[in-house]
């Protein structure tokens, strides 16, 4: 079985998501913006091995901490797409400007494509490409568990900030109809900031995409 642990890290309390195939312990962690030594020891305290870490996008709180992760304890880092690679090389700017610790630029082990995969133990997840909030922004969907994990596309009752360089809130919000409208009401996000909610319910009544 798939399991998940949403750790808020970082003054911006950002859900950095722990993932974990249940049988072997093996693990991953989503967008791990910082607090690292918070974060290791919730891997510890469940007794997992965390062996990659994964990005939906490289605005400092969600990939802040990615590099120095990868460098403690030599793990490949995954996503996002290409298109953020300017948001990466900006990091150690971006941390200065909103006062986080100092943030390494890194090159990813693999950057993601949308129809890409990722894979956790016998677990596979879809990865869908939805710029937007960021050009490179990807979405890990498990159908199995009927989560996706979604970074800053979509809130409960909002969407994504498009006023960051090269944000487009048309592209935005094509990428929430056409990307995530399909995966089904039932499935439940895991935003980057706040509360979990179903798909279905935005879809409904969110005042920025619902009825779309």
């Known amino acids: 079985m798939l399991r998940y642990h949403t750790i808020p890290v970082t003054a911006f309390q950002q859900n950095c998501s722990l993932l974990w195939d249940d049988p072997t312990r093996q693990a991953a962690v989503i967008d791990p913006g910082g607090d690292l030594d918070r974060l290791l020891a919730e891997v510890r305290r469940r007794d997992l091995t965390l062996e990659q870490i994964w990005l939906t996008h490289a605005h400092i709180d969600h990939a802040g901490g990615a590099g120095e992760l990868a460098e403690r304890l030599g793990l490949p880092i995954v996503g996002p797409h290409p298109d953020d690679q300017f948001w990466i090389d900006g990091l ?18 693999r950057w993601l494509h949308d129809g890409d995969t990722v894979t956790l133990g016998s677990h596979v997840l879809q990865v869908r490409h939805c710029p937007g909030h960021t050009p490179g922004h990807v979405v890990f969907h498990a159908p199995a568990l009927q989560r996706a994990f979604v970074g800053d596309v979509l809130f409960a ?40 909610g179903t798909l279905g319910r935005e879809r409904r009544s969110n005042p920025y995409v619902g009825g779309t």
């Open 157 to 196: 009752g909002s969407i994504g900030r498009t006023d960051f360089p090269l944000g487009d809130h048309d592209q935005l919000v094509r990428s929430i109809v056409e990307r995530l409208w399909p995966m089904g009401d039932e499935t439940v996000f895991v935003p980057g900031h706040g509360p979990e």
């Open 92 to 109: 150690p700017q971006q941390s200065a400007m909103f006062g986080f610790p100092p943030a390494k630029p890194f090159t990813p082990t």
